[in-house]
């Protein structure tokens, strides 16, 4: 006999083992592609909302926040002043409840002022809220930068051609 025909050409039953491992491997890939799929799902919702309490509703559950960070909201009704240590305390007050709070942290913008709604990131130590961020609402007034800026219309400038027109 020659060599070719020692060989066996016929084809073969695939192996099971084989097959269950490629299986078996094929889940673990889609189980750990849907896990991570699902974390970054959860970790996008949850961060992404962003939940403050109103004075009162902050002062009323102090007791179960004080471990925790949070934002609370509220109007500023009195002036603030540094203390010893160079922070800001101020007072915010919503719903008739008013608490103090200690601002450490980026100085308030121009627009920090009593009557301003404010919101202040941080947690309770005690009675006073220690702030770390401070969020200041700004008016729906403005004043114009340069009020005595001249104005003009283009219409009347000597060579303007509006882009509307045909020469």
């Known amino acids: 006999m020659t060599e070719s025909q020692d060989l066996d050409l016929t084809p073969r039953d ?11 491997r ?3 890939i889609m189980g750990t592609f849907t896990a991570v799929i ?4 959860f970790q996008a919702l949850t961060s992404a909302a962003q939940f403050y309490y109103n004075v009162d509703e902050a002062v009323a559950r102090r007791g179960e926040l004080e471990d925790s960070t949070f934002r609370i909201q509220g109007t500023v009704t009195s002036e603030q002043a540094p203390d010893a240590n160079g922070a800001l305390i101020f007072t915010i ?9 200690r601002h450490v942290g980026a100085e308030p913008s121009d ?5 301003i709604p ?22 729906e007034s403005y004043e114009a930068e340069n009020p005595d800026r ?14 509307n027109t045909v020469e």
């Open 38 to 41: 699902g974390f970054v799902l």
């Open 111 to 115: 627009l920090f002022e009593i009557g």
């Open 118 to 139: 404010v919101v202040s990131e941080g947690h309770w130590e005690g009675d006073v809220f220690q702030s770390r961020q401070l969020l200041v609402k700004h008016s």
């Open 150 to 163: 001249v104005e003009y219309d283009l219409d009347d400038t000597p060579g303007y051609v509006p882009d």
């Open 14 to 24: 695939a192996d099971d083992v084989s097959v269950g491992r490629k299986r078996l």
């Open 26 to 28: 094929n889940w673990l």
């Open 93 to 101: 007050a919503y719903g008739g409840v008013d608490t103090a709070v």
